[in-house]
């Protein structure tokens, strides 16, 4: 004979079966979705500032390089001679001032004791004041000469990575045609440009005055995390023509998972929700009179609760009115159920939880 208390605890034959969550209280991150593109941070193009045969290219194609490796180097003996040439130039000048002043101190002795005259002293000073210049002329000369010497070795201005060859050892480069040798791009840190609509900029703006606003780059299906970075600044104007305002982003992208000219979906979190209700997704239900859930009572039966939404993300629905929390959400089978209906209700939430897959 059947216990009478198991019989009367257990649902009626004709429960209609289901799945069931219990709605929770948390903490819910709000968030802002929008696509965006990876860009360096600085992006150089190398060009040749003096004319010679190009005769090295240290570092290979790709390789990252540090701010101050040689990057390329131009044949330096032409501007290597300009120099020499300068520098004796000024050793000569040098000499003959040296000279013109004994001869202006030899005049004016002698002008002191009227053994020579007072236009051959000024013409003397005149002489010494023309080899001081000749001497400035010459600084000028060798200065610019170190200068285009230096322009021909060619250094990385930051750390980065160098991009392909356009030209390669043993091409004649000039300066005027501003010919690109390479490239180099600084991916660490690296930024992503990305746009969300206007209606979202009080948001941000709100967020930004609050403290620093993290941001996450995803590939471009969504699923796959990139990175972690923090909001930069919005930027000063809205485009008008799209009603979109674009933003910087940046990462530091230590491992290089974003890439120059990459599309990433990007999430940005302007505040968290605190003491939030959620539901998963599927239990939200569509009717004439708005949206709804299924809870099961105590007594085992439906009950229909009408709901106001808030944000949705992940899977998961805010309910801003409607539930308090901790009741016990029908998931899956509501198509069959009413109002009233005994269920046979598993909660799917503790079976997930407490199972493990088989190893």
Known sequence: MPDPASAEGSPPSDAVPVSTVV??????????????????????QIKAQVNGTLIALPMKEGAEV???????????????????????????????LKSAQLDLQRFQSLAKSSFAPRQQVEDQQGTVDKQIGA??????????????????????????????YQLNVGNLVQATNQTVILSITQTRPIEVVMTLPEADLPQILQA???????????????AKELATGTLMTPNNTIDAATGTISLKALFENQDDHLWPGQFVNARVQVGTLHHAVTVPELALQHGPDGTFVYTVKPDGTADQT???????????????KGLSGKEAVVVS?????????HVNATDVSRVSSSSAPPT
């Open 23 to 44: 709605a929770k209280v948390e903490d819910v991150p709000v968030y802002l979705n929008g696509l965006g593109t990876v860009q360096p941070q600085n992006l150089v």
């Open 306 to 320: 009408s709901v106001d939404v808030g944000e949705q993300e992940a899977g998961l629905i805010v309910i801003a």
């Open 208 to 222: 930004r005055a609050a403290g620093p606003v993290p941001v996450t780059a995803f590939d471009s299906s969504g």
């Open 333 to 341: 089978g509501q198509s069959r159920l009413a109002p009233g209906l």
């Open 135 to 164: 001497i400035g002329v010459d600084d000028a000369l060798v200065e610019t000469a170190r200068i285009n010497l230096g322009y021909c070795v060619i250094r990385a201005p930051f750390d980065g990575r160098v991009g392909f």
């Open 66 to 96: 540090h701010q101050g490796d040689v990057v390329a180097e131009i044949d330096p003996r032409p501007y290597q001679a300009a120099l020499d040439q300068a520098m004796a130039q000024r050793d000569e000048d040098t000499a003959l």
